[in-house]
C-alpha cells in the first residue's frame, strides 16, 4: 500500500549559504560598479560632445595629399595624378564623415578637395597644351615648302 502524497512530510529546507546563488538576468543590483561618463550625448540634434574636439583623420590626409600632390610628380609610377585624387576622394569622404559624427576639420578636409580639384585641373590643361603643340608642331615641320 502506498501513502498518498498530501500525506508524505514536506523536505527540510536547504542550510542557508554565506553566498546567494546569481542567476544570469536575475539580480536585483549589478556585481560589479561600472563608472558613470559622459554620455556623449548633447541633444535631439546635435551630434555627440566627445567628438566635438577630435580633427577628422582623412581630413588631415586630404590636405596633406593636395599640398603633396605638386611635388608628386618625381615619384615614378604613382604621379601628380594620382595623389590629387586621393586628396579629393579622402576630403570627400572626410566631409561626410564630419557631418555624421560632427568632428572637427571640414575647413581641412574643403582646402584637400580644392586643392586636388585644382591641381587635377592643372594636368588636363597641360595635356591639352601638349596636345596641341605636338599637332602645331607636326603641321609646321611636314608640311613646310619644299624648296
Do not use: C
Amino acid at each position: 500500500m502506498s501513502t498518498p502524497p498530501s500525506d508524505l512530510p514536506s523536505p527540510p529546507p536547504p542550510p542557508p549559504s554565506s553566498t546567494p546563488t546569481h542567476i544570469a538576468g536575475q539580480q536585483v543590483e549589478p556585481s560589479s560598479t561600472v563608472p558613470v561618463g559622459p554620455s556623449g550625448y548633447s541633444g535631439p540634434i546635435g551630434p555627440p560632445a566627445a567628438a566635438a574636439g577630435h580633427t577628422n583623420t582623412l581630413a588631415i590626409v586630404s590636405l596633406a595629399t593636395g599640398i603633396g600632390s605638386f611635388f608628386a610628380h618625381i615619384i615614378p609610377g604613382i604621379g601628380g595624378f594620382t595623389v590629387a585624387l586621393i586628396a579629393v576622394i579622402t576630403g570627400y569622404m572626410a566631409r561626410k564623415q564630419i557631418r555624421q559624427t560632427g568632428e572637427g576639420g571640414m575647413g581641412m578636409a574643403t582646402a584637400g578637395m580644392v586643392i586636388g580639384i585644382a591641381h587635377i585641373g592643372l594636368i588636363v590643361l597641360a595635356v591639352i597644351g601638349i596636345v596641341f603643340m605636338i599637332f602645331v608642331l607636326g603641321i609646321a615641320l611636314f608640311n613646310a615648302p619644299k624648296g
